[in-house]
């Protein structure tokens, strides 16, 4: 399709240059043991039979009373699923698998150094381990079911374990990432109003053995400023007895588990049986304000969400191995590492480190010794590893049936390396689109029943029914070329119930727009407005082109640019701050920095550094901007908003759009100037850039 007429576009629909791929349909062998091959799904699925559909997923899991009430939709948007049902996730992801296959590994932990072995943690084990937890953390820690807990635990089998412990005695839990600065998770912590804290001393990431445990204390100072009292900081040891850490143990606050656990061997807690509209976990999402946003989960329907999901777009049976290679910190490891693959009983893989050390072959190396035939990944990794190693997995003796991408638009080229060489040919693959907020899939295929068209996700999944609507709320018809804002119409069981603390912003960001009637009840006035852009084409397959709002996406990390800027302004001297995306080959994209200063400060390296520093100590060093640039003036609009695109074009090189509206258009020459003569002497000049990355850079921060 050429969809080169821009000119009839409006400033709200983006113009998209994509060609239209081929298709690729999924091999017999993959068709003939998939657990969705007949086509009678869809119809189960299709809009007549909702909300009753999702009964189907809801009966994947075992409830200790049954609902009376599918969805409930008396207070909109908080929607209400399965209710009157209660339930455990933890004995739903435990318990109720220990009669059939107790010995089965229930996850298979790699740990980064290669001479370490695999740990095997059998459904047994994983049972003894999430009860001893649970005895701890309710008679030692003393927490309550409906309190909160954070987490800041990198990859080990410790996550999954806390995880189903606080949700056996229906505790909330709150996984901050790993890599995450102890500032952000004490902002985190304050927020959930978390009294405990669970860390780690250190754990392996690129052959270092990093040194956790002293995020702790900025976390604990941070929660503090911010007025949150952490009464205990319970410390996981990487090699039990140990200590990993430089930073001192506080007396009376800090506890080694491996110490405390041994008054609760053996222990057993009866799960505690929850509605299941009780949260089961917050997870934060960057936001456009520099607040992020505390996504809740609820328990049935998140858990049934993510069951279903993985059964049929996962394909996961009990025997599969799966690999899910994100990290527990993200919604993607939450879903489909920990609460769907166990729900399901089958054996899901962890891997503490970075999956191209100590080289290319190392994720390869992973998946034929275990036996992997599922993984699950990003397009960030992929991309990784084919640069790094692109005839690596030929080296290897593993097989695939199946794969994921997730996370952000895949490049088509990149998109058929991953078929072609990372699957051998012989794996069908699902490109799946969603959200922090969403508990699981949007749009995907579903494998062995619609083929794959490289660069789109797909169609809405079962029981999804997308819409694109432009601005003003008109639908954006499939097949016109034509993007616009892509919107779920109905609720479904893995919505997020609101953010923590905040139900006005959850209806702000998420329904205001598209709402036909506040006083409605029912759920078709009531779009979901998922803040992506997006294009269909006529036959129904959906092509995501990133969020509407400003986030820049490094390596999969959604960083908010308000966040970014917040914390560049706390550097010395910085009066204003500007955070754009740059183009980066192996990233995706990267941050750039612009400042500008307070009176009486001269730009020098060192307020350089101090932007640079202060980047990493907030939000962390995944953040770190690739340049910052001490401007003398922003571009502004007459109401004094900075315009964003404009310093974007002039970082990647591309036209930096109409200026006719700057209250100051004489700046952009100077700045053009200043960053493109320094890039060009650094050989920081991208090559051309894509169509797709050029019209996203040319909108950034156009919200604005
Ligand atoms: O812009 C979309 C992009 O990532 C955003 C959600 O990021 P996060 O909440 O961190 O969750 C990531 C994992 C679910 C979306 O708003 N995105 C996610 N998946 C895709 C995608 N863009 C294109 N294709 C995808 N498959």
Known sequence: MALDEASEVSEA?????????????PPAKFIGQANASDPAIFQRFSEEHFPECFKEYADLLTWDRYWHTTLDTSNPPFWKWFVGGRLNASYNCVDRHLARDPNKAALLWVPEPEQEPT????????????NELAALLQGFAGVKTGDRVTFHLPMVPELP??????????????????????????????DSQSTILV????????????????????????AAEEGMTVDKVLVFRRHPGEYASKSPMVAGRDFFVDEVIGDYRDALVEPVS???????????????????????????GYLAYVTGTSKYYQDI????????????????????????????????VLYEGVPTYPDAGRAWRIAERLGVNIFHTAPTTIRMLRKLGPDEPKKYNYHFKHMTTVGEPIEPEVWRWYYEVVGKGEAAIVDTWWQTENGGFLG???????????????????GIYPVIYDEDGNEVAAGSGKAGNICIRNPWPGIFQTIWGDPERFIDTYYRKYCKDPDSKDWHDWPYFANDGAMQAADGYFRILGRVDDVINVA?????????????????????????????????????????LRPGFVASDEIKRGVSDVIASEIGKVAIPKNVWIVADMPKTRSGKIMRRVIAGISNFTDVGDTSTLANPEVVDDIREHVQSEKRARGEVPKALSAKDKEEIGQFGQAE
């Open 556 to 596: 999969g990390h959604r960083l908010g640019t308000k966040e970014l800027e917040s914390a560049a302004v706390l550097a010395e001297g910085v009066a204003e701050a500007a955070a754009v995306p740059v183009v980066d080959e192996l990233r995706g994209r990267a941050v750039e920095m612009y400042v500008s």
């Open 274 to 300: 929850m509605p299941a509209e009780a949260p089961l976990f917050i997870m934060y999402s960057s936001g456009t304000t520099g607040r992020p946003k505390g996504c809740q989960h609820s328990t049935g």
């Open 119 to 130: 740990v095997a943690v059998t459904y047994q084990e994983l049972y003894r381990r999430v």
């Open 199 to 222: 860390t780690m001393d250190g754990y392996y990431r690129n052959g270092e053995l990093v040194d956790h445990k002293v995020k702790a204390d900025e976390a604990v100072a941070r």
């Open 444 to 462: 995907s295929t579903l494998p062995a029943l619609q083929p794959m068209k490289p660069g789109s996700c797909g169609p809405g999944v079962l």
């Open 317 to 348: 049976h009990p025997e599969d191995t799966y690999w899910c290679a994100a990290d527990i910190g993200w919604i993607t490891g939450h879903s489909y590492i920990v609460y769907g693959p166990l729900s399901l009983g089958t054996t899901t």
């Open 161 to 190: 374990v806390a995880m189903l412990a606080c949700a056996r005695l229906g505790v909330i839990h709150s996984q901050v990432f790993g890599g995450f600065s102890g500032a952000a998770c004490g902002g985190r912590i304050a």
């Open 13 to 25: 629909q983006i113009a998209v240059h994509w060609r239209e791929e081929e298709l690729y349909y």
